[in-house]
């Protein structure tokens, strides 16, 4: 009698756990007090075995509670007790389910919820406790059926993305298939692309982001494991994406999260794409390198080198030396932070090591090295430390004669004892011909000799056809210390294609170990055009001409006196008397080069006093 009396009394209590629950929902206590009871008799409750019925009831008023709640936090704790009592009681759970949500109702509900996400996230549960049964899923069947709808519904909810996703990855049968299923794909990529990640200031709902961004972008990967066609449209949806020049705002860098899945070897297929313009790919690699700040970023250095040197194998040197310039200083400011360092160094490095024809990129991060040598010792990143030393020797052999620039970043290697980190002349050389741009390719703008550097220690210009004209007024431009070292301080832009070709020229001459280089590309585009290929001209006119191509170039926008005013311009000053009135008039005039006699008898040069 005893233990019947124990029994009935047990009975009794847990037909009313439902009323319970709706007891403490109702109550006047604090919303964390209320989670946290309810959380309590759902986790003591998990354990036991339960009548049927009473399960039914708690499914009921769960149920109730996410679909009518009036607020968030009624909806979340519905859903928290059927994640509870689901896991013991699969069965009456998916019935209740399929009782309630038919394949019309389901798509009403999602519609008129006010919260789609929860309905999903039940969804969700349904067919995790349902994985691996025999037949269609009718709910699953709806979710596939009603592809079109729910897509339609995104409209920047991330919340109801990332629980439809979430769905993606339980059940291949909530997935719609051939085409369907790619236009699926292309649209959880375009929002990707326009998560704005800026809207939550607090680090937990950074976390939060991070976590919704990366359900999103596994689904995808899980979509495209299990069907491969799927990925490549997807690749170019991305490419398109961050490639297009026209677009506002930026797209987000939580496309990021999709670099871990992707094949490196289909990245670099984009470059051999002809219809992809040197601006849109330039576009593309710039925010790659942006995605650099996404914290869990993944294969982003692999991704950026891979273009790189797809680029120069191509031979698109300004495409690089436009990327490259816009870029490298925000590549070094990632540097400072711990999270991203990993990713970041590999291309500032190579962007570096590769950008071999002048110092101008490594003078503009210089005097920040001695502050971020600081920092990883600090911070106790002793490979990272010392790869970036090898990095400074190898920039400072490569770009020598600076000594006043590049004295105070020798003495804090000397002062932190790390001097004798510094990698040998043989290292040093094989990590600059690994890294140059002509690595992979042969550039017609260099040719490469097998016999060693003159005596003189001098490179010389070939002659390509009646042009020792052409090499002897370049050659006396590149001896105008002055001049040379103001143009490598130059940043040109895409159009000034007479800069960038005079800077590589003569960084060639600078730095080249061969005896003669072929200054093909320069000529192509300094020649006047009124100079036929292959026949011999008159040097003045060329310098004349060359001169005045190079000022208009460098004086659009400008704001400042050009390299070419600075260092060869002169002033005629005409002044004209009137012997009658006294009256006298000035006009100022200016030359680049002054015509003068030559007494053919050996005499003096005249016209000058």
Not at 34 to 46: A, G
Not at 344 to 351: C, K, N, T, V
Request: neutral net charge; hydrophobic residues 40%.
């Amino acid at each position: 009698m005893r233990g019947s009396s124990r029994k009935a009394s047990r009975k009794k209590s847990t037909r009313k756990m439902d009323q319970i629950l709706v007891g403490i929902m109702m109550s006047s206590h604090p919303e964390i007090l209320k989670k946290s009871l309810i959380d309590k008799i759902s986790k003591t409750n998990r354990g036991r075995v339960r009548v049927p019925a009473e399960v039914g009831a708690v499914f009921g008023v769960a149920l109730d509670w996410v679909l009518n709640g009036e607020t968030r936090f009624v909806q979340a704790t519905g859903l928290r007790v059927i994640e509870s009592w689901a896991v013991n009681n699969q069965e009456i759970f998916r019935s209740t389910i399929k009782t309630r949500f038919d394949d019309t109702l389901l798509l009403n509900l999602i519609k008129s919820h006010e919260n789609p996400s929860v309905i999903l996230d039940t969804i969700s549960i349904y067919l995790k406790m349902g994985a691996g049964s025999v037949g269609v899923d009718p709910v699953a069947a709806g979710l596939q059926a009603n592809t079109d709808a729910v897509i339609g519904m995104f409209h920047g909810d991330l919340k109801f993305v990332v629980s439809y996703a979430k769905l993606l990855q339980c059940s291949k049968e909530c997935r719609p298939t051939g085409p369907k299923l790619v236009e699926l794909c292309l649209c959880l990529v375009g929002f990707l692309g326009a998560v704005d990640i800026s809207s939550g200031d607090a680090a937990t709902d950074l976390k939060q982001l991070i976590e919704d961004v990366g359900a999103v972008s596994g689904a995808l990967f899980r979509v495209w494991q299990d069907d491969i066609a799927t990925l490549l449209p997807s690749l170019r949806e991305v490419f398109r994406i961050i490639s297009n020049t026209g677009v506002y705002p930026e797209p987000s860098v939580a496309l990021a999260d999709l670099a871990q899945y992707v094949p490196l070897e289909l990245i670099q297929s984009l470059v051999s794409d002809r219809n992809v313009h040197d601006s849109n790919m330039a576009a593309a690699l710039m925010r790659m390198i942006d995605w650099l700040s996404w914290p869990k970023s993944r294969n982003i250095d692999k991704w950026v080198i891979a273009l790189l040197r797809a680029l120069a194998s191509a031979k698109k040197y300004m495409l690089l030396c436009d990327v490259t310039r816009s870029r490298l200083e925000k590549v070094f400011g990632f540097l400072s932070f711990p999270i991203i360092r990993e990713q970041a160094f590999p291309i500032f490095e190579h962007i570096l090591l590769s950008f071999q024809h002048s110092p101008e990129l490594f003078h503009k991060v210089v005097n920040g090295v001695p502050q971020l040598i600081e920092q990883l010792q600090k911070d106790e990143c002793h490979t990272l430390l010392g790869n970036l030393i090898q990095l400074i020797h190898c920039m400072i052999y490569q770009h020598s004669g600076f000594p006043e620039l590049y004295e105070p970043l020798l003495e804090i290697l000397k002062s932190h004892g790390l001097e004798a980190s510094a990698p040998g002349e043989k290292v040093i050389k094989l990590k600059l011909c690994q890294a140059s741009w002509s690595s992979s390719s042969t550039s017609r703008s260099v040719s490469v000799f097998s016999s060693p550097k003159s005596e003189t220690g001098k490179t010389g210009l070939v002659n390509v056809g009646n042009t020792c004209y052409i090499n002897s007024v370049l050659q006396a431009l590149f001896m105008a210390d002055r001049f040379r070292r103001q143009l490598f301080a130059t940043e040109p832009s895409s159009c000034q294609q007479i800069t960038h070709c005079l800077q590589l020229t003569f960084a060639l001459l600078h730095h080249s170990q061969r005896p003669a280089i072929n200054p093909s590309s320069l000529i192509d585009v300094s020649r006047p055009p009124w100079f036929a290929a292959g026949t011999q001209q008159d040097c003045t006119e060329y310098l004349r001409f060359l001169l005045d191509q190079l000022h208009e170039e460098q004086k659009e926008g400008a704001g400042r006196a050009t390299v070419v005013e600075e260092n060869f311009y002169g002033k005629f000053l005409t002044t004209i008397w009137c012997s009658k009135c006294r009256n006298t008039s000035e006009n100022i005039e200016n030359f680049i080069d002054i015509s003068l006699p030559v007494d053919r008898g050996g005499g003096s040069v005249g016209g000058v006093g």
